[in-house]
């Protein structure tokens, strides 16, 4: 049974969402500040965690960039505000996902499910074992862990996944689309900005220098492809 | 070349030189005519007077009747009197006659003269110009005085004479040259003083000219340097009075626009709370009602759609008040549209419902906002399937177009009755219910005005029309741009950076 911590501050949603998603089968704790969020995170230990964007106190942001800093539990971002930016901003913070509100049960369950799929297949992903060089960024498969110029690279699960895909394929090219499904499991398509955004920050988190990537490089209409240098 | 012609400017020049024109001919006429008679007048007093005088003075010593050499020598006398050698005299007497310089035909002398001399009793003159020198000639009869003095004689005796007229033709020459001398320097005043007068007016009006256009160009501060006050400076005052006022309209209009934009943002905004609670448990109400009396049953199952119907009101409202406020940008992406259109198809379930005419796979790809295609072809076919009746088709082909270069068109028609010709105009406004074929809709009446704003931001088009078979026909037009074109609105900052 997934254990899910909502941080929400409307009373009214905050209840909603979680009579909905107890309906659905899930273990959830809900916390009303960031502060109190991020409390819970460490006593009820969630599978995933719903974060609200804005929050009185401590905002969502922060609360989010918190979390990813010691901790690569699946978060899906809940925003009222469905403009590029906010969801940019984001995702760009470390979510692995968004819905804009309002949304329903069934949807917010199905999401729930995606992100929780994909730490379970990026963690069962048990093919041939074995450890790949890219130049100095090593990828092991099975213990699933990477390492940049030896240092370990923590990646959040949309991370880890998105760089297993590419770079299982080095060379080729993958349409942003492919990513989605391939990354994120989406069945509706559009959201190219969840894979930009997690490709800007995992060149982040192994240390590519800005405008000019060594390992994740864009083609330009098309999509990304991996190849060290 | 004709605007030019009809231009303030020229027609300024010409009146002004025509006014110089007719003001110098007059003038110079009237001079002329005035000094060309008292220098005629003049000259020819004094030489009848001469003539008068002279004969006079002579005829006592002549014997008379004349004879031949008598008259000869009597106009050799006269001729000799005169203070001008150039006197030729004509005597005569009867049928004889004798002139001052031998063979001296007297052409001058015209028959009237003669007869009238020879009438009238009186001293008779007569200018004549002839082979371009022009003469006096003038003809006197000798009379002999009558008894007690008041009766004249006519002697028969009859004196002519020739003068010519060079000098008083020179002061007339003259006076015609310093006439034209005259009109030229006039002239050429009058054409600077119209050019001076059309720039004085025409600055003033080229500066209007721009100005307008620059507000009619949307540079709503524009003013002008208002100089003296004349009638041209309170055109210009008045021209800047209305563009300030103009200004201030506008300013306070797009205040309020934008007042009102934002005011719709913040109230979806605020409805998107209350809603994100109510459609959380939406399945839960839809799932508990089967185990309700049928009454609340029924009122639970009517909350559920209703959120349901809310929220999706609220997403129309917000990316509509996006697409107002401009924030909209378009993502593209380079994607296989027959597989795009499949998935929209196929997430909303219309698999089934709608008949495709698709490219074949990989037939038909373009860089277009795979999101916002997806929002448009939805709408499209939800409008169909919604408001007409089976079969809904939807056809999808590429269009090459020797200008726009090659498009993507999708073309989803119905068999319903069609749109009312009154109501194909507003299809695509917002909120616009038509006849009560397509009132209550459980669309937001947003859709369509979305779909548009989607076409637009991809530079394309879309229109509405009935098949001449029926049904409403709706086609989109979409710019396939190739890799590398430039989009008409700024891409995410994030790709250009990647």
């Not at chain 1, 917010?108 to 074992?129: E, K, Q």
């Not at chain 2, 024109?21 to 002329?32: D, H, K, N, S």
């Not at chain 2, 089967?290 to 199952?301: N, Y």
């Not at chain 2, 369509?448 to 049904?471: F, K, M, Q, S």
Request: proline share 4%; charged share 25%.
């Amino acid at each position: 049974m997934p254990r899910v911590l909502i941080i929400e501050d409307d009373r009214a949603v905050r209840e909603g969402v979680r009579l909905a998603l107890r309906r659905q089968g899930h273990e959830v704790a809900a916390a009303a500040t960031g502060e109190d969020g991020l409390e819970q995170l460490r006593t009820f230990g969630p599978d995933a965690v719903i974060l609200d964007l804005m929050l009185p106190g401590m905002p969502g942001l922060e609360v989010c960039r918190r979390i990813r800093a010691h901790d690569q539990v699946p978060i899906i971002m809940a925003t009222a505000r469905g403009d590029d930016t906010d969801i940019v901003v984001g995702l760009e913070a470390g979510a692995d996902d968004y819905v804009v509100k309002p949304v329903r049960a069934r949807v917010l369950d199905a999401r729930i499910r995606a992100v929780l799929r994909r730490v379970g297949a990026a963690s069962g992903d048990h093919g041939t074992p074995r450890t790949e060089h890219h130049g100095d960024l090593v990828i092991d498969r099975a213990g699933l862990t990477v390492t940049h110029q030896g240092r370990p690279v923590a990646l959040g699960p949309s991370e880890l996944r998105l760089l297993l895909t590419l770079s299982a394929s080095a060379g080729q090219v993958f349409s942003r689309q492919q990513l989605l499904e391939a990354v994120w499991e989406h069945n509706y398509h559009g959201d190219a900005r969840l894979v930009d955004a997690c490709v800007k920050r995992l060149r982040a988190k192994i240390g590519e220098p800005a405008g000019r990537p060594r390992y994740v490089h864009t083609v330009r209409g098309f999509g990304y492809r991996f190849g060290s240098r | 070349m004709l605007r030019a012609l009809s231009g303030l400017r020229v027609r300024l020049v010409v009146a002004f030189t025509l006014v110089a024109v007719v003001a110098t001919v007059t003038t110079g006429a009237l001079t002329f005519r005035e000094a060309r008679t008292g220098v005629l007048q003049q000259s020819q007093d004094t030489v009848i007077e001469d003539f008068r005088h002279r004969v006079n003075t002579l005829v006592p010593n002549y014997r008379f009747p004349p004879d031949e050499s008598g008259l000869q020598s009597f106009a050799n006398d006269v001729s000799r009197g005169g203070r001008s050698q150039n006197w030729r005299v004509l005597a005569a007497y009867r049928d004889a006659s004798a002139t001052s310089r031998p063979g001296d035909s007297f052409r001058e002398l015209s028959q009237a003269m003669r007869e009238s001399v020879r009438t009238r009793r009186a001293t008779v003159f007569q200018r004549v110009t002839r082979d371009g020198h022009s003469s006096l000639v003038v003809g006197m009869p000798v009379t002999f005085a009558g008894q007690y003095g008041t009766q004249r004689r006519a002697s028969g005796l009859e004196v002519y004479l020739t003068v010519p007229q060079r000098e008083e033709q020179g002061y007339v020459d003259a006076l015609v040259a310093a006439i034209e001398r005259a009109t030229v320097p006039a002239l050429a005043l009058a054409v600077l003083m119209a050019l001076l007068a059309a720039r004085g007016v025409l600055r003033p009006v080229r500066a209007l000219r721009r100005a307008t256009r620059s507000i009619a160009e949307g540079r709503l501060d524009t003013r002008l340097a208002v100089q003296g006050s004349d009638e041209l400076a309170d055109l210009s005052r008045t021209f800047n009075e209305t563009a300030a006022a103009l200004e201030g309209s506008v300013a306070e209009l797009r205040r309020m626009e934008a007042g009102a934009r934002r005011f719709a943002a913040d109230v979806s905004h605020e409805l998107r709370t209350p809603l994100a609670a109510m459609s959380a448990v939406t399945d839960v109400l839809d799932e508990d009602a089967a185990g309700l009396d049928d009454d609340t049953a029924m009122a639970v199952r009517l909350i559920s759609e209703e959120t349901t119907k809310l929220a999706g009101l609220v997403d129309d409202l917000m990316e509509v008040s996006r697409f107002d406020a401009g924030a909209a940008a378009l993502h593209l992406d380079d994607i296989d549209l027959a597989e795009s259109v499949r998935r929209t198809l196929a997430s909303r379930g219309w698999l089934d419902t709608v008949r495709t005419s698709l490219p074949e796979p990989g037939a038909l790809r373009g860089r277009v906002d795979p999101r916002r295609l997806d929002v448009i072809v939805a709408n499209l076919v939800a409008n169909a399937l919604r408001h007409g009746a089976p079969p809904v088709r939807l056809r999808l082909r590429a269009e090459d177009d020797p200008h726009a270069g090659r498009r993507a068109v999708v073309e989803v028609s119905d068999g319903g009755d069609g749109i009312p010709d009154g109501v194909l105009p507003h299809v695509f406004d917002r909120f616009y219910k038509s006849d009560s074929a397509r009132t209550r809709s459980e669309g937001s009446g947003l859709g369509l005005a979305i779909t548009t704003e989607n076409v637009r931001l991809h530079g394309g088009t879309v229109r509405a029309a009935n098949h001449p078979d029926g049904g409403a026909v709706f086609t989109v037009v979409l710019p396939l741009r190739p890799d590398g074109a430039k989009a008409p609105v700024r891409r995410a900052a994030k790709e250009e950076q990647a």
